[in-house]
């Protein structure tokens, strides 16, 4: 089954610093990468995804690339601002096996 | 407004008592899921539903039962609950029919077991 190993743990930025985290992926089949977002005591929220025939979407102030032949893809947000700190998961799926990083927890210092 | 109702919001109970986490969707959502959190290991599917009568095992079903006799309500059955089972769980149902994309989350269940 699909394996997704997801870094770092934990990333602290300084406000209006830009923040990378970075996971892959072990199932060539794969096809469909969302990353959500935890605040702390909420529900995950999806803030974007990608599908494999895609190598990189953008959303306001967050990205996400895909690089299918060395399996990994990568979150980006720039110009960080305090309420991003939350923890981000990754996730890959091939047909109904999707499978979650472990999260990283982002805290953006003002 | 668009939900994902779970219930209860917390629960204790002790070993071997059976209970049962309820999860409404009212969005005509065909997929539907459950998935455990546990600090350091992410979300981890339970059991998925890919419409009413259809469910199948996820990652760690070990424990769990679940039923689709409706679209709308897929609820989470532990028959003999043990401490390994303390965790805070989440349905979840997908804005995308027949896939498991684009999950739409409820506000999660934090469930312990004495």
């Known amino acids: 089954g699909e394996n997704v190993e997801q870094h770092p743990s934990t990333l602290s930025v300084q406000e209006g610093d830009s923040a990378v985290i970075k996971c892959t992926y072990s199932d060539s089949a794969s096809n469909y990468f969302p990353w959500y977002k935890q605040e702390l005591g909420k529900r995950p929220q999806l803030i974007i995804d990608i599908r494999s025939n895609v190598g990189e979407k953008k959303d306001q102030r967050i990205a996400v690339t895909l690089n299918k032949t060395a399996k990994h893809f990568s979150l980006h947000i720039t110009e960080t601002q305090p309420e991003d700190s939350a923890v981000y998961f990754c996730?890959?799926?091939?047909?109904?096996?999707?499978?979650f990083g472990a999260g990283t927890r982002l805290t953006v210092k003002p | 407004e668009a939900q994902v109702t779970q219930n209860p919001r917390y629960l204790i109970t002790v070993t071997g008592k059976k209970l049962t986490v309820t999860c409404s969707q009212n969005?005509?959502?065909?997929?539907m899921s459950w998935y455990r959190q546990d600090p350091g290991l992410g979300l981890r599917q339970i059991y998925y539903?890919?419409?009413?009568?259809?469910?199948d095992k996820g990652d760690v079903p070990e424990g769990y039962k679940v039923s689709r006799k409706e679209k709308r309500n897929f609820p989470l059955i532990l028959e003999s609950p043990s401490p390994n089972q303390t965790s805070l769980y989440f349905c979840?149902?997908?804005?995308?029919?027949?896939?498991?994309?684009?999950?739409?989350f409820g506000s999660g269940t934090q469930l312990s077991v004495l």
């Open positions: 539903s890919m419409n009413v009568e259809v469910t």
């Open positions: 996730a890959a799926s091939s047909e109904n096996d999707m499978r």
């Open positions: 979840a149902s997908s804005l995308m029919a027949a896939t498991n994309e684009k999950l739409f």
């Open positions: 969005m005509n959502h065909e997929y």
